[in-house]
């Protein structure tokens, strides 16, 4: 009975988005455990302090600033000779998350700071183009990565980051469980025998495009600016975020001209 099927694939569909629905708004405004048992977070509305590690030394701190507004700094970041001549193809940044004057981080944030890449190559192609105003110069297009040389070494560019934006999941809100309705964990790590948890703080990588992709010079004395930016998530985001991650994690993988 296809009249009978149609409407029943209808109210599945209906009561699908319903549900997702309902879950949304349980992410993006999570109802308050009440009791003793309730799981609280361990950063509400204090202050805190930041620092940035880099080959387990720390480069930069923000001591006493807000956890509750943007904020931006310019990092002037060490890279190592043997980054710079690709010998070691990354370098980790770790942003550590405390509670101000707190002697232990709540979380901390990595990510890679440069990547190397193929450089490509680009030939002329001799495409009729029969379009009013054309430019007189072929056009370009890519072939791929350059070749090996006589001596089977393939060039390569190093690339670093100039920016890096990390993520803060603002939500004090009592947690009757470690984990939301869709199975994301409320926080970044948990005290079970405190019935605490840290909230979940992130290195974003997925608004990096190729123009903050930079060639790194080879110049070992120099530093690299990078410009850290701090901003505040709710944890539906995040949810979105990690199942945009996995969906790209199981895709076949392309060239990209950002750093990982």
Not at 20 to 31: F, V
Not at 161 to 187: E, M
Not at 206 to 234: I, Q, Y
């Amino acid at each position: 009975m296809p009249g009978a099927c149609g409407t029943i694939g209808l109210a599945l569909t209906v009561l699908y988005v319903a549900y997702m629905a309902a879950m949304a708004h349980e992410m993006a405004y999570p109802r308050a455990c009440k009791g003793h048992g309730c799981y609280q977070a361990l950063l509400t509305d204090q202050r805190v302090d930041l620092r940035l590690v880099v080959g387990g030394a720390e480069v930069w701190q923000a001591l006493n600033v807000s956890a509750d507004e943007q904020l931006d700094f310019k990092v002037e970041l060490p890279v190592p000779p043997e980054v710079r001549r690709g010998t070691v193809d990354h370098l980790t940044v770790e942003l550590y998350l405390a509670v101000h004057g707190a002697t232990h981080a709540l979380a901390v944030a990595r990510a890679n700071a440069v990547k190397r890449m193929l450089p490509r190559v680009h030939e002329a192609s001799m495409l009729l183009d029969g379009g009013a105003g054309a430019s007189n110069e072929p056009p370009v297009k890519d072939v791929g990565p350059a070749a090996p040389d006589h001596e089977g070494k393939v060039p390569h560019y190093v690339y670093a980051r100039s920016r890096l934006d990390v993520r803060l999941v603002r939500d004090w809100t009592p947690h009757r469980s470690v984990y939301h309705v869709d199975g994301v964990p409320v926080g970044s790590s948990f005290d079970h025998h405190a019935r605490r948890y840290a909230p979940h703080w992130y290195a974003d990588s997925f608004p990096l495009l190729s123009k903050h992709a930079l060639p790194l010079s080879s110049d070992e004395v120099a530093t690299l600016t990078l410009t850290l930016t701090l901003t505040l998530t709710l944890p539906l985001t995040l949810t979105l975020i990690l199942t945009l991650t996995l969906t790209l994690t199981r895709a076949a993988p392309t060239r990209r001209c950002t750093c990982a």
